[in-house]
């Protein structure tokens, strides 16, 4: 996959299925149109090309750090995987904020060669969010492509969308957010040097020290599974500021990997959300939760026994 960042000089010379779209958390419908890319792709023999902002447009126009589902890295990682041939992350610059819809066609399609253009019929897009697929529709013959439109896809009665999936991970409901998504949730981080109790105490830990507008469920104790150079093994994950042992409130994430015992610092790797298993405690000594994190390890074991 080739991966297009930090210009808005691009061009494509081959002809192109393109999607387009925030993509945060690259969830079941986001899933629907790669597919549909991927489908023209080969059928139509263009590449396939997903379009994506380097930051959720609402950042820069209300002015707010929004929470993500996905970093820039995670999306990288989840459209190599699907096999997207190229990845456009689009800096969202005041001139790209004020362009009309038209402009932004006219440029979009030039610019990535764009014969097929497949997004959701809940797409907006250009200044002030004033097109819809309809505007993309209008000017089909003037720029020399055609628009596929698919229906949003439905869990129950409600849409499959960023914010529903965004709404379970803040409950802590980590097998329903992974339904929305068709995957596990997942963190993927460089790993970083702790203060090494866990090794101390018997239960080596990798620590992750994650992007402020990254969402994580809520502090607490999690079924994982972790994913080093190829390799998955079972992990219990913690997330949040360990009381026991630190009084700074700064929230990250611990994770002990089972039957693992090599030195991966420096290394990125992926932690995946299976369950909750419990909410963080503070316990009165390193003692108790050493007992304790024992006790986690067995209950992640049945578990994930259970799922693989």
Known sequence: MKYIRKTLDFQIEEPTAVTLGKFDGLHRGHELLMN????????ENVASVAFTFDMPPRNKVEEIVANVL?????????FEKQGIDYLIECPFTAEVMSMEPKVFIEWISRALNMKYVVVGDDFRFGHKRAGDYQTLQQYESEFGYKTIVLDKLKDSNRDISSTYVR?????GNIKKANQLLGYRYFIKSEIVHGKKLGRRIGIPTINMILPADKLLPPNGVYVTEVHVDGCSYMGVTNVGCKPTVSSENIVGVETYIDNFNQDIYGEKIVVSFI???RPELKFASVEELKAQMLSDIEVARKCYKNIT
């Open 167 to 171: 709404e379970k991970i803040a409950d």
């Open 275 to 277: 369950d909750f298993i």
């Open 70 to 78: 996905t970093t820039n890295e995670e999306k990288q990682y989840i």
């Open 36 to 43: 549909t890319v991927l489908e023209y792709s080969r059928n």
